[in-house]
């Protein structure tokens, strides 16, 4: 039997919605009206031949005399098309217009990557060199980490899909989202997981690179430490870490060059090919992780094959690649100038 309370409650959400879908109504009667008034202005333009052309003049992003151009006004051209290729929205289904999103979502990733595959990577190198008892368990682990680099990536995308989305987003909608369902809210992909998958794609890298760092520490070091009274974390906290950090920074310098670079996982674990929200915005929280994002790698693919125009296209694909490969070197750069200035604190300290 209805309640009164329950029946007061169901009112207002049918006056809500029928509130919601008069100004939804409303707002598509206005963008037709506004399409329609669109249509009615025509540029039209004719060739050498007598061809006509006719161009509806919301589609004309810029207009200008390219024969009549001197070099400064070539330069505002040629700036004028970068900064809307970096700063504006895609259109006409990607074809034209900017990558702002792909580029924000890729950085972000590859960023968010690093934060987590770093730490647990240096963890797990620590415990098998330092604290691990080395015997036949422990080379079993080895073999089983450097058998991990091989596996290919499109693996780990099903098994980020079935446990990062499904067990964990599931787990996570049930108990904080229940009143959401069946709409997912954590369940399906998106940037944390995305980073996450890619975390564990790349962590063997970062796990044999800090081990090969931490073992290329001279044992007489170690002994000194331990001469002076040091405890073991002591040790490893001021003499192993810093003298291993640069290879640490290598091992997380490979991880970000082939995490950056990763499609197919991120088309089963968050990557779409347009996202009109950013995992990043001015509302409360400011950071929305579960929300899915565009990848550069992903755009350069849907661009290149799955486009209707795959060669009025080209431009695009050509250039959004360049994008990709100057984001993976000036990332590369960054952390090899924080490896080199590390170096040469540890080197000036023992000196």
């Given at each position: ?272 090919k347009l996202a009109p929200e950013l995992p990043i915005d001015g509302y409360w929280p400011f950071v929305h992780p579960e929300r899915s994002f565009m990848h550069l790698g992903f755009h350069i693919y849907d661009l ?33 100038w924080a490896r080199t200035r590390l170096r040469k604190r540890i080197q000036g300290a023992v000196i």
């Open positions: 039997m209805e309640s009164p309370a329950w029946k007061a409650k169901s009112d207002a959400l049918a006056r809500v919605e029928a509130a919601a879908n008069d100004e939804l109504a409303r707002i598509r009667a206005e963008i037709d009206a506004l399409d329609r008034e669109n249509a009615r202005h025509e540029l039209v333009l004719s060739t050498v031949d007598g061809t006509e052309k006719p161009l509806i003049l919301a589609d004309i992003v810029r207009a200008y005399p390219a024969n009549q151009l001197g070099f400064l006004g070539k330069a505002g051209v040629y700036v004028s098309r970068w900064r809307e290729f970096l700063c504006d929205d895609p259109r006409e289904a990607n074809s034209e217009g900017g990558v702002f999103p792909a580029l924000f979502g890729t950085v972000t990733m590859t960023l968010l990557m690093s934060l987590v595959v770093v730490p647990f990577g240096v963890l797990a190198a620590l415990y098998l060199r330092e604290y691990a008892r080395q015997g036949l368990l422990i080379s079993a682990v080895r073999v089983a980490v450097n058998n991990l680099a091989g596996v290919p990536s499109i693996v780990f995308g099903v098994f980020g899909l079935g446990f990062f989305c499904y067990i964990l987003g599931g787990g996570i909608d049930r108990l904080f989202y229940a009143a959401k369902l069946p709409s997912p809210t954590y369940g399906s992909g998106g940037l944390f997981w995305a980073a996450l998958t890619l975390a564990l794609l790349t962590l063997p890298v970062v796990i044999v690179a800090t081990e090969e760092a931490i073992a290329a520490v001279p044992s007489s070091m170690r002994e000194g430490s331990y001469a002076c009274g040091a405890t073991k974390w002591q040790t490893i906290r001021r003499i192993v870490l810093p003298k291993a950090a640069p290879g640490i920074m290598t091992g997380m310098i490979l991880a970000i060059a082939r995490g950056a670079g990763e499609v197919a996982p991120l088309m089963l674990v968050g990557a779409v290149g094959f799955q486009s209707q125009n795959s060669e009025a296209a080209r431009p695009m694909v050509y250039t959004t690649t360049l994008l990709l490969i100057s984001i993976i070197v000036a990332l590369n750069l960054l952390a090899v």
